[in-house]
């Protein structure tokens, strides 16, 4: 059940990222990302009021969830759109597929968890498919390469809120009320700096919003179902499944995106090295 919960968290956001991309044809990455947010966030509390109890909400146990919400889907969601809109959705979720590996560095700095060799191998496959990933073919001058930083960044705050989120969860037993929370942390603050800091009204076509709700629902079912099977399962097992979203991003892509950027051979050979590296850190890197 834990697999299928799993990968059903990556379809989701694998579908998420098609309606996203096609939603930036017609809004800027701000104001898609706060809305985005906005209908995950009514998603996944839709989910919490109907099928748990509220009874931890005012403990201190739930403030690490609080901090996972300011890191992400906050912060890391806007440097995630505005990679989706520069270089497209396969490369995005193909870089942050390494999200797991980044995390899994992280507590070996800072938990003093031990790699073993198998961890090389794993570093190896991701490196080969990143430059790949990176690699432009002569002429083409539809994306930058320094605009791999955004989807890089992203990465990385989707994998400090992974540590934030395990050390949470080592006093804290209800993980859709921690969905809900981080998520509400997520959407306050969104709306707040659009609010404070936009220079320009948060002015949305009528198209780009149904493609952001249809993105926001996606996405809130794929949250629930992944913290759902965090619940069930370890780590090990769930995060490198919810992360092979890159692979059903890269498929959808292709059907679904063919006017709005091409999916190659090195794209697609990337993305099955990066998410295999991944797998195999996360399965037998750490001890």
């Known amino acids: 059940m834990t697999p299928l919960l799993a990968l059903s968290a990556a379809f989701g956001f694998g579908v998420a990222g098609i309606f996203l991309k096609r939603a930036l044809q017609y809004v800027d990455p701000l104001p898609a990302a706060v809305l985005s947010v906005t209908f995950t966030t009514a998603v996944v509390w839709t989910v919490t009021l109907s099928t748990t109890s509220l009874d931890g909400l005012l403990t201190p146990r739930i403030l690490p969830f609080v901090v996972a919400g300011v890191i992400a889907p906050g912060l890391a969601r806007l440097a995630l759109f505005t990679g989706i809109d520069r270089v497209g959705v396969a490369r995005t979720y193909a870089i942050g597929a390494t999200a797991p590996l980044v995390s899994v560095v992280l507590a070996i700095l800072f938990l003093g968890e031990r790699p073993s060799w198998l961890l090389l191998i794993g570093a190896g496959a991701i490196v080969v498919g990143g430059t790949l990933l990176s690699a432009r073919p002569p002429g083409d001058r539809s994306w930058r ?18 540590n934030v989120t395990r050390y949470g969860f080592l ?35 009528r198209l780009g919003l149904k493609l952001l709700m249809c993105a926001g629902v996606a996405e809130g079912f794929a949250y629930v179902t992944m913290w759902r099977a965090l619940a069930r399962g370890s780590v090990a097992v769930v995060s490198p499944l919810t992360n092979s979203h890159s692979i059903f991003a890269v498929v959808l892509a292709a059907v679904f995106l063919r006017d709005l950027e091409r999916v190659t051979w090195r794209i697609g050979v990337a993305t099955v090295l990066m998410v295999a590296g991944v797998m195999i850190v996360l399965r037998f890197g750490a001890r």
Do not use: H, K, N, Q
């Open 145 to 162: 390469r320094r605009d791999l930083v955004f989807a890089g960044l992203a990465a990385f705050g989707f994998a400090v809120r992974d």
């Open 171 to 205: 006093d804290f037993t209800d993980p859709v009320l921690a969905a809900a929370v981080s998520t509400a942390t997520s959407v306050t603050l969104m709306w707040t700096y659009a609010l404070i800091a936009a220079r320009r009204e948060l002015r949305v076509d």
